[in-house]
């Protein structure tokens, strides 16, 4: 039976899709200044993938030039998003699921906390962590190890729901935690995790 669940913000518990517009538009209007530097087809991609992973990954893999990650991490550190926002229609299972839950999320501090107030989810949570590689080196694994043993959760207590095979459900997988793939467009079909699924619902159905 679990004990605990520890969720990721972005395209877990809300549509990034519904807030990219607003979110996105300075930021990628600097990157098209840089487009010479980067290649057309890079930057459709690069685009598309800044709305659903960290800056810092995507600045990485596509190469960006110094200037321009420094220019787009100086826009992100001070960016937050102050309109209204509205979680999966199917978040309301999840909220209601009588355990402790953990929101871990990786981005820019002051961002992913306008986001969860925005979202008015702060009282779903008995812990908000917001891993911001600009301050600090520990990762999602770290602090899921760190839940777990202040908590005195085994690995087999915690489920991880999240969106990223490459960030919460590979951490959860390196610590033995069981993971929840939520995949609502099914973009990964190869990806190792214990549930993979695209209803948020499912989560009820995987609690033991
Ligand atoms: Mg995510």
Same mark, same amino acid.
Request: hydrophobic residues 35%; aromatic residues 10%.
């Given at each position: 039976?679990? !004990?605990?669940? &520890?969720?990721?913000? /972005? *395209? #877990?518990?809300?549509?990034?899709?519904? &807030?990219?517009?607003?979110?996105?538009?300075?930021?990628?209007?600097l990157l098209?200044?840089?487009?010479?530097?980067?290649?057309?087809?890079? =930057?459709?991609?690069?685009?598309?993938?800044? #709305?659903? %992973?960290?800056?810092?990954?995507?600045?990485?893999?596509?190469?960006? @030039?110094?200037?321009? $990650?420094?220019?787009?991490?100086?826009?992100?550190?001070? =960016? +937050?998003?102050?309109?209204?926002?509205?979680?999966?229609?199917?978040?309301?299972?999840?909220?209601?699921?009588?355990?402790p839950k953990?929101?871990? +999320? +990786?981005?820019?501090?002051?961002?992913? %906390?306008?986001?969860? $107030?925005?979202?008015?989810?702060? *009282?779903?949570?008995?812990?908000?962590? &917001?891993?911001?590689?600009?301050?600090?080196?520990?990762?999602? $694994?770290?602090?899921?190890?760190?839940?777990?043993? %202040?908590?005195?959760?085994?690995?087999?207590?915690?489920?991880?729901?999240?969106?990223?095979?490459?960030?919460e459900i590979?951490?959860?997988?390196?610590?033995?935690? /069981? +993971?929840?793939?939520? /995949?609502?467009?099914?973009?990964? @079909?190869?990806?190792?995790? #214990?549930?993979?699924?695209? !209803?948020?619902?499912?989560?009820? /159905?995987?609690?033991?």
């Amino acid at each position: 039976m679990k !004990r605990a669940l &520890i969720l990721d913000l /972005d *395209n #877990t518990i809300y549509p990034v899709s519904s &807030i990219a517009g607003h979110l996105f538009e300075r930021l990628f209007s600097l990157l098209d200044e840089y487009a010479e530097d980067i290649n057309y087809e890079a =930057l459709i991609h690069a685009k598309d993938e800044l #709305t659903r %992973r960290p800056y810092h990954l995507v600045a990485d893999k596509y190469n960006f @030039s110094n200037e321009l $990650k420094n220019k787009g991490i100086g826009l992100l550190k001070e =960016l +937050t998003y102050d309109f209204p926002m509205q979680p999966f229609d199917e978040y309301h299972y999840i909220k209601s699921i009588p355990l402790p839950k953990f929101l871990v +999320t +990786t981005g820019f501090s002051k961002l992913q %906390r306008s986001k969860v $107030k925005m979202l008015g989810i702060e *009282n779903d949570f008995q812990e908000i962590h &917001i891993v911001d590689p600009e301050i600090s080196k520990q990762t999602k $694994k770290d602090v899921f190890a760190d839940i777990m043993e %202040r908590h005195g959760y085994y690995a087999g207590d915690v489920l991880v729901i999240g969106d990223d095979p490459e960030s919460e459900i590979k951490s959860a997988n390196e610590l033995g935690i /069981d +993971t929840f793939l939520f /995949d609502p467009e099914n973009i990964h @079909s190869s990806v190792q995790s #214990t549930y993979k699924t695209s !209803r948020l619902k499912d989560v009820t /159905d995987r609690l033991s």
